[in-house]
Structures are given as structure tokens and as C-alpha cells.
């Protein structure tokens, strides 16, 4: 079974700079399984920032991410990543990498948290001054 690992965050201040990854196990990200990464912000439910395809061809990112967050990854080494730029106190929560295997047929991801079946544990971010 596919297990995932993620790491990579901490206190940062506005403005600043994380990225975030998540580490695979059990499985091969390259056996189809696309990636999202998602945010559980205090008081809010979990939202999806931004996914991307097994091909890494296909990503999305949620509006507030856009321009800020990269999201990326390697197969080779079990991998994905997200990298976050221009940080802000809104960004503070809980980030969480998910997959999902939709087979080899569709190079496509999604950002629905209901709709993968593979989640790491967390890693904490707060953005505070």
C-alpha cells in the first residue's frame, strides 16, 4: 500500500519561503498515481491548492496559489513537491499530500480531497512575524 511522507515545514515570516515535500513508499508515484497537495487551515475545511498528473504534463492550482506555488515532481526518486513563495499569515495550517491512481488511460489530476485515497500525515506551517 502506498504510504506517504511529508516534510519541510515550519515558522517562516511574511513574505518568505517554504518547499514542502512529500516522500513515497510501498508504491511508485510513477504507477499512475497523480498528486495533490492540500491545506487544512484553522477553522476551515481541507482545501485543495494545487494537483498534478502522473506525466507531471497536467497541473491546477486553487486561485490564491497561483503565482505563488509551484507544484512539481520525480518520479524516479518517489517524490513530489511543493514550493512556496510570497508566504502570507492566511497560508498558516496544516499541509497534506494526497494521491490517487486513476490508471494510465487519463493524464489528469483533480483537487477534490473526497476523491483520493492516499494521505501523509501533515507537516505544520505558520506564517507569522
Known amino acids: 500500500q502506498l504510504q506517504l511522507v511529508e516534510s519541510g515545514g515550519g515558522l517562516v515570516q511574511p513574505g518568505g519561503s517554504l518547499r514542502l515535500s512529500c516522500a513515497a513508499s510501498?508504491?511508485?508515484?510513477?504507477?499512475?498515481?497523480?498528486i495533490g497537495w492540500f491545506l487544512q487551515a484553522p477553522g476551515k475545511e481541507r482545501e485543495g491548492l494545487s494537483c498534478?498528473?502522473?506525466?507531471?504534463?497536467?497541473?491546477h492550482y486553487e486561485d490564491s496559489a497561483k503565482g505563488r506555488f509551484t507544484i512539481s515532481r520525480d518520479n524516479a526518486k518517489n517524490m513530489a513537491y511543493l514550493q512556496m513563495n510570497s508566504l502570507n499569515p492566511e497560508d498558516t495550517g496544516v499541509y497534506y499530500c494526497?494521491?490517487?491512481?486513476?490508471?494510465?488511460?487519463?493524464?489528469?489530476?483533480?483537487?477534490?480531497?473526497?476523491?483520493?485515497?492516499?494521505w501523509g500525515q501533515g507537516t505544520q506551517v505558520t506564517v507569522s512575524a
Open positions: 510501498g508504491n511508485t508515484l510513477g504507477s499512475y498515481y497523480a
Open positions: 494526497a494521491a490517487d491512481n486513476w490508471g494510465p488511460v487519463q493524464d489528469m489530476c483533480v483537487q477534490t480531497a473526497t476523491l483520493y485515497d492516499y
Open positions: 498534478i498528473s502522473v506525466s507531471g504534463d497536467v497541473t
